[in-house]
């Protein structure tokens, strides 16, 4: 009797994860999302007769949805709104696709979230400015859009950040002496778009930075001699820009610097190659 009671018990354990089952709530906005995107026509869809946790890309615990990734599977379309519905969700990975419209605000009222990852898509209008609200965000990385309009004072105000990919979109404006907020940035990529103004020093403060990557903006002035400062710093590429004078050798020899790039786009006057044991850093100053 002993025996079969503890049976039934370890059953009754197991029964979560054999048979997960999240709210209608957090189903509906699942639908809403493969119907949006043509879930039809995805690389790998859904049986839609089946278990949700059982769904490619859908990762579920305590019978709600932490994790969405359908990287590279043909997703076209816009995302929906009721993606806000998903309050337990923590990464949302959707690059690689044809995503298109705009990223919607809702996603900023889901607090859990750690990672979004919408690269390599089709997305237009501005970062929500309701971002700042992700506390717990280590990672935004939209790179490969057509994204426009500044970054978004709040995004300072994600202390957590880690990584800050926007490359290769249509953002304007500066970088706000407010990235110093950003404590924990390891990557701050912003390369091949329109941005412009004067580099705040407080860059020089990110001591975990590790890629600063500014290239083919129009940023002006000198590059701040606090970038010496950066010593984790191993890439730093600041060409096609409109930056005056020449840069600090101090920054170009950084201990783990592996990968630097800087030009003014005035007359080149000199071009200097520089070697370290590890790689070739090629330097070219006005």
Same mark, same amino acid.
């Given at each position: 009797?002993?025996?079969?009671?503890?049976?039934f018990?370890?059953?009754?354990?197991?029964?979560?994860?054999?048979?997960?089952?999240?709210?209608?709530?957090?189903?509906?906005?699942?639908?809403?999302?493969?119907?949006?995107?043509?879930?039809?026509?995805?690389?790998?869809?859904?049986?839609?007769?089946?278990?949700?946790?059982?769904?490619?890309?859908?990762?579920?615990?305590?019978?709600?949805v932490?994790e969405?990734?359908?990287?590279?599977?043909?997703?076209?379309g816009?995302?929906?709104?009721?993606i806000?519905?998903?309050?337990?969700?923590?990464?949302?990975?959707?690059?690689?696709?044809?995503?298109?419209g705009?990223?919607?605000?809702?996603?900023?009222?889901?607090?859990s979230?750690e990672?979004?990852?919408?690269?390599?898509?089709?997305?237009?209008?501005?970062?929500?400015?309701?971002?700042? !609200?992700? #506390?717990? %965000? +280590?990672? $935004?990385?939209? /790179?490969?859009?057509?994204? =426009? *309009?500044? @970054? &978004?004072?709040?995004?300072?105000?994600?202390k957590?950040?880690?990584?800050?990919?926007?490359?290769?979109?249509?953002?304007?404006?500066?970088?706000?002496?407010?990235?110093k !907020?950003? #404590?924990? %940035? +390891?990557? $701050?990529?912003? /390369?091949?778009?329109?941005? =412009? *103004?004067? @580099? &705040?020093?407080?860059?020089?403060?990110?001591?975990?930075?590790?890629?600063?990557?500014?290239?083919?903006?129009?940023?002006?002035?000198?590059?701040?001699?606090?970038?010496?400062?950066?010593?984790? %710093?191993?890439? $730093?590429?600041? /060409?096609?820009?409109?930056?005056? *004078?020449?840069i600090?050798?101090?920054?170009?020899?950084?201990?783990?610097?592996?990968?630097?790039?800087?030009?003014?786009?005035?007359?080149?006057?000199?071009?200097?190659?520089v070697?370290?044991?590890?790689?070739?850093?090629?330097?070219?100053?006005?």
């Amino acid at each position: 009797m002993k025996k079969l009671a503890l049976t039934f018990t370890f059953i009754l354990a197991l029964s979560p994860i054999a048979f997960s089952q999240i709210s209608d709530l957090e189903k509906s906005a699942l639908l809403d999302l493969y119907k949006s995107t043509k879930g039809t026509t995805w690389n790998t869809n859904w049986d839609l007769t089946k278990d949700v946790a059982t769904w490619n890309g859908i990762t579920v615990e305590n019978n709600t949805v932490t994790e969405i990734n359908l990287s590279m599977n043909n997703l076209t379309g816009p995302i929906p709104a009721t993606i806000g519905n998903l309050k337990s969700l923590r990464h949302l990975n959707l690059g690689f696709n044809k995503i298109s419209g705009t990223i919607p605000a809702e996603l900023a009222t889901i607090t859990s979230l750690e990672t979004i990852q919408l690269f390599m898509n089709q997305l237009e209008g501005q970062i929500p400015a309701a971002f700042g !609200n992700l #506390k717990n %965000l +280590k990672e $935004l990385v939209l /790179f490969n859009n057509f994204i =426009n *309009g500044n @970054l &978004p004072e709040s995004i300072y105000d994600i202390k957590t950040l880690e990584i800050l990919q926007l490359s290769s979109n249509n953002l304007s404006g500066i970088i706000s002496p407010s990235i110093k !907020n950003l #404590k924990n %940035l +390891k990557t $701050l990529s912003l /390369f091949d778009n329109n941005m =412009n *103004g004067m @580099l &705040p020093a407080q860059i020089g403060s990110l001591s975990n930075l590790t890629e600063l990557s500014l290239a083919n903006n129009a940023f002006e002035g000198a590059i701040p001699i606090e970038f010496n400062q950066l010593s984790k %710093l191993d890439t $730093l590429l600041l /060409f096609n820009n409109k930056f005056t *004078g020449k840069i600090n050798p101090s920054i170009q020899n950084l201990p783990n610097l592996l990968n630097f790039e800087f030009h003014n786009l005035n007359e080149i006057e000199a071009s200097t190659r520089v070697a370290n044991p590890i790689t070739q850093v090629v330097l070219v100053t006005q």
